[in-house]
Every structure is written in C-alpha cells, then in structure tokens.
C-alpha cells in the first residue's frame, strides 16, 4: 500500500505562490509517474502536470505552462507543485497522484492508482 499525504495549500492572493507538497509512504515506493491534479466546485477532476519519475520528463495543462513547475526528490520520495502567478481560475482541491505499474505517463486520472486527501488552495481577486 502506497500513502499520499499533500501539504501546503492555503489563501493566496491573485499574483502570489505557493509550494505543494506531497510526501510517499508506504511499501518500497518505486513510481512510473507522478502527477497533481485539481477539482474545482462542480468540476470534474483536471489535470495539471505529471512527471517521469525516472528521468525527470515533465507535462503541463496549456492553463499552467509557464506558471506552475513540477518537481520532484527521489530520495525523499516527495513530489512538489511550485504554483506562481496564481489567478482565482485556480482555485481548486489539489491531489497529487502515483502511477506504479505503467510505463507511459498518462495524463488523466484514469492513469493513477494512489491519490492524496487533497489540499485546498484558494486565490482571491
């Protein structure tokens, strides 16, 4: 079994940042892919950005390039979200997701077995 648990989430104002967090636990943890995605009220689940856990390889919504970066360190087993820039439009739960048995990575929720509890971040005009 494979734990999720995010952190960093909050109240920003529109223009600020924020840094998510999410920490692996559980059996030896050895990932295809990461990724975050968010839920907004009413919405369905979207992606956001995933990454290569080996290799470093890193995918982007069109709506975050060049404002969000997603990183990761594998000694730690610990994925993060760097978010800048942020606009109300942003406002969401944010989940972080692990892919342990493919070899592509998969840009949808369909492919990711493990999921945090989320961690709501809100930007405010």
């Known amino acids: 079994q494979v734990q999720l648990v995010e952190s960093g989430g909050g109240l920003v104002q529109a223009g600020g940042s924020l840094r998510l967090s999410c920490t692996a636990s559980?059996?030896?943890?050895?990932?295809?892919?990461m990724g975050w995605f968010r839920q907004a009220p009413g919405k369905g689940r979207e992606f956001v950005a995933a990454?290569?856990?080996?290799?470093?390889?890193?995918y982007y919504a069109d709506s975050v390039k060049g404002r969000f970066t997603i990183s990761r360190n594998n000694a730690k087993n610990t994925l993060y979200l760097q978010m800048n820039s942020l606009k109300p439009e942003d406002t969401a739960v944010y989940y972080c997701?692990?892919?342990?048995?493919?070899?592509?990575?998969?840009?949808?929720?369909?492919?990711?077995?493990?999921w945090g509890q989320g961690t709501q971040v809100t930007v405010s005009s």
């Open positions: 559980g059996r030896t943890f050895s990932s295809n892919a």
């Open positions: 990454i290569k856990w080996s290799g470093g390889t890193t």
């Open positions: 997701a692990a892919d342990l048995r493919r070899t592509i990575v998969v840009l949808a929720s369909s492919g990711y077995d493990y």
